[in-house]
């Protein structure tokens, strides 16, 4: 039993200090100058372990200080026991449960200097237990001697340090800790002396996976007809996947063992081919692990119906970026426009990594033909400086059409262009027509463009105006 004295001085003193003190911070950790340390907050993703009762275990090692880890909180008594006195703590969790039997010094006296032979006894008297959310520890002052005094005071800091919890992935655990005078009252867990109550960790997402997909965008330019890029160059970069950039982790996140979350902790899978999208037809594409292609490339296994590409080796995403790139110094093909995208589906990746586009303004003509029985003319009327305009083709099966003399070419500044369909271009095969797209490097104001058609038999003409588009 409790000193009545000094109960009642006590309770007496632990209202007139609470009537107009500041609430209790919680049980959470504070720093030298007594504010409160936040809760730890653990890392959803960093999280793969099985439930164990619905609940994920979770182990941290104390190392070398049994009161400096994650899963440790610090809580005043709020209330003395004198000399030959006893006191019970009671520790309830909420959204949690001890993975581990707790042991009688995982309840730690801060001595604030004293020997540590002056430190009280404390035992574990009820539960405890692996998968148990509760835990009775008694409290005995030690016994003076010498004359010491050796009472626990109001201000006395307990440390509770669980090496291991199972907690709630979906919701805050807390932690209560009641004061009990005996041990029944205790284990009824009604009529504490005083209680306090805080979230003792939570579970949020650190990852934004979006931030690791890097986008980056190429222009091919139409007076070399679309067969290099901006700066005349033959080769360049799209994005990819770049797992270390900054923005993609919150580092102040924990991993289960208590450490700050890293990479590592979230990539499960070490071992990916990751795929790419868009239209890899033209040139050469590979993989390279630097932003600008100047590291390490990795063969592409393209698709039959070149619409996808996928890394033919397995990539650490975890020390390995991923951007796709593209060569056409070889091919010198014509470069086409398109978006691409890339996915590692076992890592949850996957977005835009960029475009290709063109330097020009664009007209698409729906029908050019060469039928012997039709002339087919197009105008150009340009109003600005000379621009240089680029044709590419688009057939039905069964039909080919060749760039002729006339598709590509310059309009001249402040001019007009008339371009014969014949020269336009050479179809072959089982038809005589086919569709165009018009690349001109040209603001889009000063162009407009009309398709005509004449009948040869009777002269009767089709006028249509194009309509220039932007890229």
């Known amino acids: 039993m409790l000193n009545k004295k000094l109960l009642a001085a006590s309770v007496a003193a632990l209202f007139a200090a609470t009537a107009n003190a500041a609430p209790f911070v919680g049980p959470i ?146 932690i209560k800790f009641g004061i009990f005078e005996t041990l029944t009252l205790a284990a009824q867990g009604t009529a504490p002396i005083t209680s306090k109550t805080a979230t003792i960790a939570s579970v949020d997402s650190a990852v934004t996976l979006g931030a690791a997909i890097q986008s980056s965008n190429l222009e091919a330019i139409v007076k070399d007809g679309f067969t290099t890029l901006t700066g005349d160059a033959t080769e360049g970069s799209l994005g990819g996947i770049d797992a270390s950039d900054a923005d993609m982790l919150d580092t102040d996140l924990l991993a289960a063992t208590g450490a700050g979350v890293v990479v590592s902790d979230v990539i499960l899978d070490t071992a990916e081919k990751p795929t790419f999208t868009g239209n890899f037809s033209f040139g050469e594409w590979t993989v390279n692990d630097a932003a600008a292609c100047g590291g390490t490339a990795g063969e592409l296994v393209i698709a039959d119906d070149s619409g996808s590409a996928t890394s033919k080796d397995d990539i650490n995403l975890v020390t390995t970026a991923a951007f796709l790139c593209l060569d056409n110094g070889d091919e010198k093909d014509v470069i086409l426009r398109g978006s691409y995208s890339v996915s590692a589906s076992d890592n949850g990746f996957s977005g835009g990594v960029g475009s290709i586009t063109y330097d020009t303004t664009s007209v698409s003509v729906p029908y050019i033909s060469t039928f012997d029985k039709v002339n087919q003319r197009i105008y150009f009327i340009n109003s600005g400086v000379a621009a240089d305009y680029s044709f590419t083709f688009k057939s039905e099966d069964g039909i080919t059409a060749t760039p002729g003399t006339a598709a590509s070419g310059t309009i001249p500044q402040n001019g007009v262009l008339m371009l014969k369909a014949s020269d336009i271009v050479t179809i072959t095969g089982s038809g005589t027509r086919t569709t165009a797209t018009i690349e001109i490097e040209s603001e889009l104001d000063d162009i407009e463009v009309t398709t005509q058609i004449v009948n040869k038999n009777d002269g009767s003409t089709d006028t249509v105006i194009l309509t220039p588009e932007n890229n």
Do not use: C, W
């Open 29 to 174: 950790n504070a720093d030298a100058t007594g504010n409160a340390i936040a809760f730890p907050v653990f890392a959803s993703e960093a999280l793969n372990a099985d439930l164990v009762d619905g609940l994920y275990p979770l182990v941290i090692d104390d190392g070398a200080d049994p009161e400096d880890a994650a899963l440790d909180v610090d809580f005043e008594l709020d209330f003395p026991a004198a000399e030959g006195d006893e006191i019970f703590i009671r520790v309830d969790l909420t959204n949690a449960a001890f993975a581990n039997a707790l042991a009688d010094n995982d309840l730690v006296h801060d001595t604030a200097g004293e020997a540590a032979t002056n430190a009280p006894a404390i035992d574990i008297r009820l539960d405890g237990n692996a998968g148990q959310s509760s835990v009775i520890y008694r409290v005995i002052p030690h016994t003076a001697d010498a004359g010491n005094v050796d009472d626990l005071d109001q201000g006395d800091k307990m440390t509770f340090t669980p090496d291991s919890l199972r907690i709630s992935l979906s919701n805050d655990a807390t």
